[in-house]
C-alpha cells in the first residue's frame, strides 16, 4: 500500500513540475496554493449547498484566501483557526480580514464557532469519493470532527481516483477551477 506520505510528495512534484502552483514554493510541506484557486473558490461558493448557508468555517490556508475574500464580499461570517492559540477561532465578517495578517485587526477572537453550518478545508490530494488527505500535521490534519459537512478546493492534478492510503477527513463537494465535484455520502 502506498503511503500518505508517498502521495503528498507525489502531488508536491507534479505541481511544480507543471508550474500549477504559486507562493509558498515549493509546495512541499503544505496544503498547496494551486493555479486558479480563485476559480475553484468561486465554483464551490456558487453551489447550491454553500449558497444558503451564512456561516463557515474556513482553514487559513494560502489556497484558501480566495475563497476567504469571495465569501465574505458576499456576506458570509467566517471562522477561521488562530494560528497562536489552539483551539481558537477569529470570527470576520469584514471583507478586510481576509488575509491572516488583517484577522487581528478585523476579527474577533472566540473558542466556539457560533452558527457554523460548514468547513472548507485545504488539502494536498482528494479522490472523487471524497477522501481528503491533508498536509499531515496542523489545524485540520484529521478533519474538524464537528459534525459539519466539509468542503475542499483542488487543482485537477490533487483529484486522484482513489486514494491508496486512509484519508484524514472525507468531503461531501469537491470546487474545482472547472466544476463541483459532489461525493457520494
Not at 456561516?55 to 475574500?69: D, F, M
Not at 489545524?139 to 470532527?145: D, E, H, S, V
Not at 486514494?163 to 469537491?174: E, G, K, N, Y
Amino acid at each position: 500500500m502506498t503511503t500518505a506520505g508517498a502521495v503528498r510528495e507525489g502531488v508536491w512534484d507534479d505541481l511544480m513540475g507543471r508550474q500549477a502552483c504559486a507562493y509558498p514554493l515549493p509546495p512541499h510541506g503544505h496544503c498547496p496554493n494551486f493555479t486558479h484557486a480563485k476559480k475553484a473558490a468561486a465554483q464551490l461558493l456558487a453551489h447550491p449547498d454553500l449558497i444558503g448557508q451564512h456561516t463557515l468555517i474556513v482553514g487559513p490556508e494560502r489556497a484558501l484566501l480566495p475563497l476567504r475574500q469571495q465569501a465574505l464580499k458576499a456576506g458570509k461570517t467566517l471562522y477561521v483557526p488562530h494560528q497562536k492559540k489552539d483551539g481558537w477561532y477569529w470570527r470576520v465578517t469584514d471583507p478586510r480580514g481576509a488575509r491572516l495578517s488583517t484577522l487581528p485587526e478585523y476579527g474577533e477572537p472566540t473558542l466556539t464557532p457560533e452558527g457554523a453550518q460548514g468547513a472548507v478545508l485545504a488539502c494536498v490530494a482528494v479522490d472523487t469519493r471524497g477522501a481528503r488527505l491533508g498536509k499531515g500535521f496542523g489545524w485540520g490534519a484529521r478533519g474538524l470532527n464537528l459534525d459539519l459537512p466539509e468542503y475542499t478546493l483542488a487543482h485537477p492534478l490533487m483529484l486522484r481516483e482513489a486514494l491508496p492510503c486512509p484519508a484524514d477527513s472525507h468531503v461531501r463537494l469537491i470546487g474545482l477551477p472547472d466544476r463541483v465535484l459532489t461525493c457520494p455520502p
